[in-house]
Every structure is written in C-alpha cells, then in structure tokens.
C-alpha cells in the first residue's frame, strides 16, 4: 500500500452526540474568510490547532502545500485549497483522478512524484508545510519525518488517521470519521476557510446518517471482514481505520473491531474463528481485486468462511477506506450491497 504500508513488502460517520473538543480541533467562534480570492481577514491570525496531541500554532496560512497519497490530497481539495499547494505526490494505482468530483483539483495541481515522498522532493518544490501521515509518507525508516523537516525549515500537519496512540508504533486516537472531521477542521482553520468546513461536515454527516437509517440493525447485521491484502497473513482494519467506521455505519459487525490500531496484520485463524459472512475488498496496488478475490476463494483454511461458502464479496477503492472525503459515500454504497440477500 503506497503511503500506507505496502502488503507485499509488510501493506463522514453520524457522531452528532460527540463534542467538538472531542475531536481534537480547538475551534473559535470565527467566520473564516471563504473567498479564495480576497486576503485573510486581519484578525484570523495567528491560529492554534492540536494535531495528533501538539498544539501548533500559525501565523498565516501556508502557501506551498505538498500532500502525500490519495485521500490527503483530496482532502485539501475537497477544501478547495488547490491554490495553497505546491503540489502531491501518489503512485499512479489509485484509480482514475479524472473522473472524481475533485478532477479540477488534480488538473491544476502538479503531479509531483508517482513514487515514495522525500525530503529532497519537497525542498525541490519549495514546500513550507507537508501535510502526510504516520505510514502515509512518514516513518523514520527512511528518514522522513515531521522532526527532519523542522531542521530544515518545514512545517507539518499529520494525518490524524496515523496519529500515534502511545503504544510503539501502533496508530489511532479517535474514531476515523472523527479523525476525518477533526482535519477538515483543524485545516480549515489554518487555512481560514472554517465556514467551507464546516458545510463539509455537515454534508458528510447528513450523508451518513441518510445511508444509517437504511442500513441493517440489530440481529440483522452481517459480520464483516475487511482484507486488504496479505496471503500468509492478511493486512485488515482496525478500531482506529476507516473500514471500522464505514462497516459499523454502513449496518455490519466489524469483526475486528477490538484491535485498537489502524491497519494492522491478524493470523487466517483468526479469520476463520471469527466467520465473516462478508468480505470487504480493498482494491488497489498490483494485485487486483479479481486475484484478491481468486485468492480468498481459493484457499483452502477459509473454505468453510460463512462470506466464501456464500459468495458474499464486496470491492471498495483504496481510496473510499483510507480517510478521505469519500467515506462518507463508501458508507452508503457499503449499505446498500450489505442490504443484498445472500445467495
């Protein structure tokens, strides 16, 4: 998973009841100033917001933005920021970007790099924040981290998706569409767009909430398995990534909800153990969701999986589990196929 993790080498909700200071943003009363062409209001700045645990001050908005993977990207142009970014970089197996709602994003944006985020890339774009995540760019791996970029005079924002839970390596701190929230907020503070945000959210929250009121309730919600990827073992969800909200909203039992990290790997046994009577693919990367689903159906310790013995394979773009503004339409699509009898 490009960003993520890559498998071969390894791999908006309804929370109408959740208080804003839940979801990590401190918001101010402020109208923002929403036209992209007119000068910030002399008193927005400076702002402060709280990103995966430090509170981060800015004195104006920055101009020379550089995202890193699909949903990143879309985020700030969900926000209409393309004009604060110098640029994106994301491998080219993501799907089409010419035929989703934020086309005109990507057609006056530069396409960086199709490869993995550097540092010399970004001073070569004359980056002053890079907005990526724990595993979604950063990691110390490499030697790209928030830390190196500070030596070096440029700012980041954390996806807070990946934020670090305290516990090693393992990532997550919020439900994911809270996390969602908590960034097209916290951006469009810094950004002095908080209107614009705010009417996302909104969006997004009618738009879940629609997709919940038709979902299955009760005894009638299927198990689901999110597999992205993985033959000796599989990469899934966790508690803290996308897919757990997408299931849960979208009317099924998230049969690994009780790990509390992002993606992460769990052993076929477990799987087995647990009985999905749904498995939800995630489509990206080399392998297609044609040899995902080959595979699944193929191998022999699932044969007796509730979702392989009734053929109950759903396929989802990368880019609707990761967090990103189109979570909230991968719920209802969710919805709508757990809606389906079995056969």
Same mark, same amino acid.
């Not at 000068?39 to 995202?67: F, I, L, M, S, W």
């Not at 993977?69 to 994301?90: P, S």
């Given at each position: 998973?490009?960003?993520?993790? +890559?498998?071969?080498?390894?791999?908006?909700?309804?929370?109408?009841?959740?208080?804003?200071?839940?979801?990590?943003?401190?918001?101010?009363?402020?109208?923002?100033?929403?036209?992209?062409?007119?000068?910030?209001?002399?008193?927005?700045?400076?702002?402060?917001?709280?990103?995966?645990?430090?509170?981060?001050?800015?004195?104006?908005?920055?101009?020379?933005?550089?995202?890193?993977?699909?949903?990143?990207?879309?985020?700030?142009?969900? @926000?209409?920021?393309?004009?604060?970014?110098?640029?994106?970089?994301?491998?080219?197996?993501?799907?089409?970007?010419?035929?989703?709602?934020?086309?005109?994003?990507?057609?006056?944006?530069?396409?960086?790099?199709?490869?993995?985020?550097?540092?010399?890339?970004? @001073?070569?774009?004359?980056?002053?924040?890079?907005?990526?995540?724990?595993?979604?760019?950063?990691?110390?791996?490499? =030697?790209?981290?928030?830390?190196?970029?500070?030596?070096?005079?440029?700012?980041?924002?954390?996806?807070?998706?990946?934020?670090?839970?305290?516990?090693?390596?393992?990532?997550?701190?919020?439900?994911?569409?809270?996390?969602?929230?908590?960034?097209?907020?916290? @951006?469009?503070?810094?950004?002095?767009?908080?209107?614009?945000?705010?009417?996302?959210?909104?969006?997004?929250?009618?738009?879940?909430?629609?997709?919940?009121?038709?979902? @299955?309730? =009760?005894?009638?919600?299927?198990?689901?398995?999110?597999?992205?990827?993985?033959?000796?073992?599989?990469?899934?969800?966790?508690?803290?990534?996308?897919?757990?909200?997408?299931?849960?909203?979208?009317?099924?039992?998230?049969?690994?909800?009780?790990?509390?990290?992002?993606?992460?790997?769990?052993?076929?046994?477990?799987?087995?153990?647990?009985?999905?009577?749904?498995?939800?693919?995630?489509?990206?990367?080399?392998?297609?969701?044609?040899?995902? +689903?080959?595979?699944?159906?193929?191998?022999?310790?699932?044969?007796?999986?509730?979702?392989?013995?009734?053929?109950?394979?759903?396929?989802?773009?990368?880019?609707?589990?990761?967090?990103?503004? +189109?979570?909230?339409?991968?719920?209802?699509?969710?919805?709508?196929?757990?809606?389906?009898?079995?056969?």
């Amino acid at each position: 998973m490009p960003s993520l993790i +890559r498998p071969a080498a390894l791999c908006l909700a309804l929370t109408a009841a959740t208080a804003l200071s839940g979801c990590g943003a401190e918001i101010t009363p402020q109208g923002g100033n929403d036209d992209k062409s007119a000068p910030a209001a002399g008193g927005h700045y400076p702002v402060t917001v709280e990103n995966c645990g430090e509170k981060k001050t800015y004195d104006k908005a920055p101009q020379r933005v550089v995202t890193n993977d699909v949903g990143i990207t879309e985020i700030m142009f969900a @926000l209409e920021l393309d004009d604060h970014m110098a640029g994106y970089v994301m491998p080219d197996d993501k799907g089409d970007p010419t035929s989703v709602p934020w086309k005109d994003g990507y057609e006056k944006t530069a396409w960086l790099s199709k490869e993995t985020i550097n540092k010399e890339l970004v @001073l070569d774009a004359r980056a002053d924040l890079v907005f990526a995540g724990w595993n979604y760019g950063f990691n110390e791996g490499d =030697g790209f981290t928030p830390a190196a970029l500070k030596k070096v005079g440029i700012d980041s924002y954390l996806l807070s998706e990946s934020c670090r839970n305290g516990q090693g390596k393992a990532r997550g701190v919020m439900p994911p569409l809270d996390a969602l929230y908590t960034d097209l907020r916290n @951006l469009g503070k810094i950004f002095d767009v908080e209107k614009r945000a705010e009417s996302l959210v909104a969006r997004f929250r009618k738009e879940v909430a629609q997709a919940q009121a038709t979902a @299955l309730k =009760g005894a009638d919600r299927p198990r689901v398995f999110l597999y992205d990827d993985g033959r000796d073992k599989p990469l899934t969800s966790g508690a803290y990534a996308g897919p757990h909200d997408i299931i849960t909203r979208a009317g099924g039992d998230h049969v690994m909800k009780d790990l509390k990290d992002t993606w992460t790997t769990v052993g076929w046994e477990t799987v087995v153990e647990r009985d999905p009577e749904v498995i939800v693919i995630n489509n990206y990367g080399d392998t297609s969701a044609d040899r995902k +689903r080959k595979f699944l159906k193929s191998y022999p310790p699932l044969a007796n999986v509730s979702a392989i013995k009734n053929d109950r394979i759903v396929v989802l773009d990368y880019v609707d589990l990761v967090e990103s503004p +189109r979570n909230p339409a991968a719920v209802a699509s969710l919805a709508a196929a757990l809606r389906k009898a079995p056969r």
